[in-house]
């Protein structure tokens, strides 16, 4: 089956730590997405990519870094510099070549950070 | 990329009633998608609606769109518990880039009882 495939599920790390989220998908887009998530709030875009070896920071790219060698990988960096890492983070994907069309998402990674 | 705002923020209803949900935006979209949160999970896409269209059905769902406006509703019919969900709207700038960039508001959180 296509998909988007986020792993792990659930993450714990120690603050001051780099922590990567991983992000795979099988739908031949060619654009992927980040987005965070807080209790009770609406998603927040954090980086997207158009195409491989390009990206752009979205609203919160602060104390986050992406790279996108692949066109089924979007790994997400979660730097110590991220003042409050600990969220809900969801990858997404779509065509380009279809305008405004919809956004595949995967099944997140609940990331904690003590 | 703008943000939609859903009406209401939470809504309770029982078994086989009706659910609606309302979303208001500012400026002229090219389409407008809804989608569906269940909890801890990601985001599924449930319908897009163009801006020269007024009302689009799916199975259970309908939705209508007003550009004078600029709001649209979701119509839920003869829910069922397992319509227990957040859902959130996502209106598409018109213009722009061709790849889905949207932002999402806080949702209508909907809880079905049975």
Redesign the interface.
């Known amino acids: 089956d296509g998909g988007?495939t986020?792993s792990p599920k659930y993450l714990f790390r120690k603050e001051g730590q780099n922590v990567t989220l991983s992000c795979e998908q099988n739908l031949n887009h060619?654009?992927m997405?980040w987005?965070r998530q807080d209790p009770?709030?609406?998603?927040?875009?954090i980086y997207?990519s158009?195409i491989v070896n390009d990206f752009q920071k979205?609203?919160i790219a602060e104390g986050y870094s992406v790279s996108r060698e692949k066109k089924e990988s979007f790994p997400l960096t979660v730097t110590s510099a991220q003042k409050n890492p600990t969220a809900?983070y969801?990858c997404?994907s779509?065509?380009?070549?279809?305008?405004?069309?919809?956004?595949?998402?995967?099944?997140?990674t609940?990331l904690t950070v003590t | 990329s703008q943000q939609g705002e859903e009406d209401p923020q939470a809504l309770s209803i029982q078994e086989g009633e009706n659910a609606t949900m309302n979303c208001s935006y500012k400026t002229s979209i090219n389409n407008l998608q809804w989608y569906r949160q269940n909890s801890g999970r990601g985001l599924v896409h449930l319908i897009l609606i163009r801006s020269n269209e007024r009302e689009k059905h799916s199975g259970r769902l309908r939705v209508t769109l007003d550009t004078s406006k600029k709001s649209s509703s979701l119509l839920i019919t003869a829910s069922r518990a397992a319509d227990t969900a957040s859902y959130f709207c996502a209106p598409a700038n018109a213009g722009g880039t061709s790849y889905g960039k949207l932002t999402f508001g806080q949702g209508t959180i909907l809880t079905v009882h049975p």
């Open positions: 988007i986020q060619d654009a997405y987005y009770g709030q609406g998603l927040r875009l997207y158009q979205g609203d809900f969801l997404a779509s065509q380009v070549v279809v305008y405004n069309s919809p956004l595949h998402f995967g099944n997140g609940r």
